[in-house]
């Protein structure tokens, strides 16, 4: 069993529909990262959060420190928002653990 | 705004050639990272770097080797490329203390035939 599992791994969805992504992990952390990675590679950075929520723009990120789990919301997607998700789970020093990412399609 | 560079973005070598990946960094971190990423098993870890000339193994170093020369920039070294090194591999730097952030490079596609 991985030690950071996203759900699900593949996602369609419909153009203004309202879209959740979670990430559960099993070990202790000092922050997680939602990472997104369009078609050709680059990973952009959405969030990094120890606590409770952040939001910018249309995107929402949870996390919950004693259920050891966070959760990245989309409202009103978008075609654009058509990416992979990634979870990362920072345990200190230099250690991430990374989610197998969750591929998500918007429909226009 | 933090760049990081990768030197390609696709490459095609020949089994049992030497690679050269560099990545540069221009906002004096003193971490960086070097990933490969594959279908169902996510980034994974091959070496990292805290300072210049200090390496320490990931998960998955072997068959690949690195060098850090200057702050700004992460080598990674395939001595002897295989098929089985064909994958995308990412870059990525932060800061040393704290909770740091990783920022990526924008990865680099390798095809080993």
């Known amino acids: 069993k991985n030690e950071v599992e996203q759900s699900p791994q593949n996602l369609t969805a419909q153009e203004g529909e309202f879209i959740t992504i979670n990430c559960s992990y099993s070990?202790?952390?000092?922050?997680l990262h939602w990472l997104q990675q369009h078609p050709g590679g680059g990973i952009v950075s959405l969030f990094m959060?120890?606590?409770g929520k952040k939001k910018h723009g249309r995107l929402i990120a949870t996390i919950n420190i004693q259920e050891k789990h966070s959760s990245l919301h989309i409202t009103a997607s978008h075609p654009r928002d058509s990416a992979v998700y990634i979870c990362?789970?920072?345990?200190?020093?230099?250690?991430?653990?990374f989610g197998t990412g969750t591929r998500l399609k918007v429909l226009a | 705004d933090v760049k990081v560079t990768q030197s390609s973005r696709y490459l095609v070598k020949r089994t049992g050639e030497k690679v050269f990946l560099e990545c540069v960094q221009d906002?004096?971190?003193?971490?960086m990272f070097w990933y490969r990423q594959d279908p169902g098993l996510g980034l994974r870890l091959i070496y990292f770097?805290?300072?210049?000339?200090?390496?320490e193994k990931g998960d998955i170093p072997e068959g690949y080797s690195v060098s850090r020369e200057k702050k700004e920039r992460f080598s990674l070294i395939l001595e002897s490329a295989s098929t089985n090194q064909t994958s995308m591999y990412l870059c990525?730097?932060?800061?040393?203390?704290?909770?740091?952030?990783?920022?990526f490079g924008p990865g680099t596609r390798l095809t080993v035939t």
């Open positions: 990525a730097s932060s800061f040393l203390a704290g909770v740091n952030e990783q920022y």
């Open positions: 770097s805290y300072d210049v000339k200090m390496k």
């Open positions: 959060l120890s606590s």
């Open positions: 070990v202790g952390i000092s922050a």
């Open positions: 990362a789970a920072f345990s200190g020093t230099y250690k991430y653990i």
């Open positions: 906002m004096d971190h003193e971490n």
